[in-house]
């Protein structure tokens, strides 16, 4: 009988030997959110609206707090009223540096990130008289078109801001 006992014994010790490493390889990482739902994907949107300092926007609508001197964070206000906050990047730099930009009435292809109303531009367009318009700036000197209104990329010298109606093909 001690045999059997014995052996009884020596089985759950080795089931246990092996389970509890197993155990700890199953943790949970710390600081994870075991109900977290993985991201959603990034979505392409195309919105048409205004851009607005999100600061002043919320100021006005629901008397958010604001600083007479405050950095302004460009948004683009949607004729439904929904407000994008605008990433800083390639094809959105003219809005935060050329107020002419800020001041018209813009269609932008954008990646919209998951659970956020933040925009990253793919594309940016005006609309002039109900029509859109195809907006870049332009070298006369070197003939090269550009999204950004930093200086010409060859020559060093100034570029100019241009809206054509675009063409059928480029819509």
């Known amino acids: 009988m001690t045999t059997f006992g014995f052996a009884a014994k020596s089985t759950r010790c080795s089931w ?18 075991p109900s977290a739902k993985p991201p959603g994907a990034v979505r392409i949107v195309e919105l048409r609206g205004r851009v607005v300092c999100l600061a002043e926007e919320m100021h006005r609508q629901y008397s958010a707090e604001l600083p ?12 439904d009223g929904k ?6 990047g390639k094809f959105s730099e003219a809005i935060f540096v050329d107020e002419r930009i800020r001041k018209k009435e813009l269609v932008v292809k954008a990646r919209l990130f998951p659970d956020t109303q933040v925009i990253e531009l793919t594309r940016l367009r005006s609309v002039k008289a109900g029509v859109t318009q195809d907006i870049f700036y332009y070298c006369d000197v070197c003939a090269i078109e550009s999204v950004s209104p930093e200086i ?20």
């Open 152 to 171: 010409c990329s060859c020559c060093q010298g100034p570029v100019e801001l241009i809206e054509k109606p675009l063409k059928e093909s480029s819509k």
């Open 83 to 88: 407000t994008y906050t605008l990433l800083r």
């Open 16 to 33: 246990l030997f092996f389970a509890v490493p197993l155990f700890a390889l199953i943790q949970p990482i710390p600081g994870a959110d």
């Open 68 to 79: 007479t001197n405050h950095e302004h964070l460009w948004g683009l206000k949607t004729q």
